[in-house]
């Protein structure tokens, strides 16, 4: 179980409100809609205010654009993303498909970067964005590169929540589909998260770090597409880790 910190994520709550609500708004608005003590929401909103992240005008709040200096310098030193980003672009601009950066954290998978294909129907996917390490393309190509005793001991301390009709239902589903992307050399899992969507993924060691690049798209577009795609991911994720 994760050691959250409840202030931490109120924190995250905030910025989360504001991205929803897009306009400044009350204590009381806030505090009732995140369902906060008001008294905590005050001060939690007042040290974003003494810190420079927040501000009050009229009663009301609204955060201010340090988020968005910090996020730039933040993201400008990820580097891991930025080496791994033109692989991405070439994988974007070769297949037209919303195309994702991954990797492991604890029992999840983690996006590091995301280019949404630019089509009125596509996978919607978005950085930072976590998803269960039993479905989907992007935890088998991560969870191959492990070792066969480590593999085995993620896979059954994971819970199975079933999502759709064919989400793995338990470890040795889930070691099997694995091992056989490994002999295929590339990834895919079929409306295991989503109904009606298809992921792949291959998988590549950078710097040290286990990452998966990943193509999702809805299953009417690309089902005849899959070995195509899965070829693709698997001579990009090469070139990606033969070129460090």
């Not at 927040?54 to 009663?59: C, D, F, I, R």
């Not at 601009?93 to 994702?100: F, K």
């Not at 996978?123 to 085995?152: C, D, M, N, T």
Request: with cysteine; proline share 5%; charged share 25%.
């Amino acid at each position: 179980m994760l050691n959250e910190v409840k202030s931490a994520r109120r924190v995250l709550d905030i910025l989360r409100f504001f991205t929803e609500e897009r306009t400044p708004a009350s204590l009381a608005r806030i505090s009732t809609a995140l369902e906060f003590p008001k008294s905590s929401c005050l001060s939690l909103l007042e040290t974003l205010a003494a810190e420079g992240y927040a501000y009050q005008t009229n009663g009301r709040y609204y955060l201010t654009g340090r988020w968005l200096r910090d996020a730039r310098v933040i993201a400008d030193n990820d580097h891991l993303a930025a080496r791994c980003r033109p692989f991405l672009e070439k994988l974007h601009r070769e297949l037209n498909e919303t195309t994702i950066l991954a990797t492991l954290a604890r029992n999840s998978v983690t996006y590091l970067d995301v280019i949404e294909a630019d089509r009125v129907l596509r996978f919607s996917a978005h950085v930072g964005q976590h998803k269960p390490l039993h479905v989907g393309a992007s935890s088998r190509a991560l969870l191959a590169l492990l070792p066969g005793p480590q593999l085995e001991k993620r896979a059954r301390a994971l819970k199975y929540e079933r999502f759709t009709d064919t989400t793995p239902a338990s470890a040795n589903a889930l070691i099997a589909l694995v091992a056989a992307g490994r002999r295929r050399g590339w990834h895919v899992g079929s409306g295991e998260y989503q109904p009606d969507t298809v992921s792949i993924a291959a998988s590549a060691i950078v710097d040290g770090e286990p990452v998966a690049l990943v193509i999702g798209a809805p299953t009417s577009r690309v089902k005849s597409l899959i070995p195509k795609f899965g070829a693709a991911l698997a001579r990009i994720a090469a070139e990606l880790a033969d070129g460090q």
